[in-house]
């Protein structure tokens, strides 16, 4: 076995050890006893520091141990966080983590840098960019070795003028794309149509500030030329933030509960219905599929929550957070994760996604995880659905969109949300 192979394995079995002291350490009293006594955890961790320093075979480097061992624990909890070097911290900047480089948003998939959504028009687009590519390299720099925030910082510190270099990999390609990307400005704006003479098409696009206003201008319009129904599509909505989806929900909801965020020891704060903010009150339904993520899954869940509409597509990406610099004595800090959205009921989007009542199969944008080395073998969790096969000539989700607005046969139906009673405002 070789040095680095064995540097490895001490660095992860290092992780393990610091994720059970630290996951002791945090426990509440009333998880405690589930979770074990944090002085057993610490008194494994102490054997595994000794068998380190007195079995393996050469004389490991402890500080590069130490921080392999804290990136792994951090990146362990979820992609959003990360272990930070002094010298990273010095040039920390809280855009990082919610910025939208090129117009592709980005989040991780098996590892992997992955495409959430690429807003139409933008450089990202322009340079070929498309959802649901994995990024195996930015430059010459593996995804796969390094952490979200590092891809963030490296997409993001491209100045004016100058340019980047992305190797994409897509379903059914063997071979990765390159791809070159330079700065630029892009809109997400809000489009609408009419699909029919009494239905209406919003798509939403990105949730930044203002866009639940523009939604409500689009709405007006359609209804004056004529639409009582409604098609709210929030694919490619990925990004943005959690007062624009409140504010958005209210526009269909009344009243109520239309999400909650979730802290550390499980506390909650929940967010409620705009009052006197509903414009559209007829026939509604809402696409997603896995390019619908974050501020936009607390829109969909609040529309099903409320039975104000069907849902319609595919699963969405589960995601949804905030975190925070927490600075460390070295000068390192963790950039931990400290709220999660969530529904009016349930578990948070990251741990379950909103699933559709009207479930669409479509040719999937499931990526195609990229073969690696038996090094560093790739994650074996992929959904069994994968299919690597042309995306459709036709919206096929749109299109069971306008039969449900119809009136016609629900085929496609997944089981009925079983009715809840909704929490109470805070």
Known sequence: MSFKAKLVLVALSTALALYAVIGGL????????????????????NEVVKHIANDYVDEPDMGKVRIGALRGLAEGLDPYCAYLLPEQVQRFKPTTMTAVPFGMVVS??????????????????????KTGDIIEYVNTVATRDVSLYEIMEMLTG??????????????????????????????????????APDTGYIKVGLLGRGKAEQVMTAVRQLQQRGAQKLILDLRESAHGELSEAVALA??????????????????????VAKPGAVTFEGKLVVLTDR???????????????????????????????????FPLRDGSALLLTTQRYAPATGKSFMEEPVKPSVEVKVATIEPSV?????????????????KKVPPPSEDVILKRALEVLKGESKQARQPARPTVALPKAA
């Open 26 to 45: 945090l426990a509440r009293r009333t998880s405690a006893v589930a979770k074990g006594n944090p002085y057993v955890q610490l008194k494994i961790f």
């Open 108 to 129: 991780k998939y098996a590892g992997f840098g992955y495409v959430l959504a690429v807003v139409p028009g933008s450089p990202a687009a322009q340079a070929g960019v």
């Open 158 to 195: 491209v100045a004016e003028g100058g340019s980047i270099e992305i190797t994409v990999l897509r379903s059914g390609r063997t071979k990765g794309e390159k791809l070159t990307l330079k700065p630029g400005a892009f809109q997400s704006p809000v489009t609408s149509r009419l699909e």
């Open 250 to 271: 209210s526009v269909f909801v009344p009243s109520g509960v239309v999400a909650r965020t979730i802290g550390a020891g499980n506390t909650v704060t929940t967010l």
């Open 291 to 325: 390019s619908t993520a974050g501020p936009a899954e607390v829109v969909a869940a609040a529309i099903r929550d409320h039975q104000r509409g069907e849902i319609v597509g595919e699963k969405t990406f589960g995601a949804g957070s905030e975190q925070a610099l």
């Open 370 to 386: 990229p073969d690696v080395d038996t090094e560093a073998p790739a994650p074996t969790d992929l959904p069994e659905d994968t």
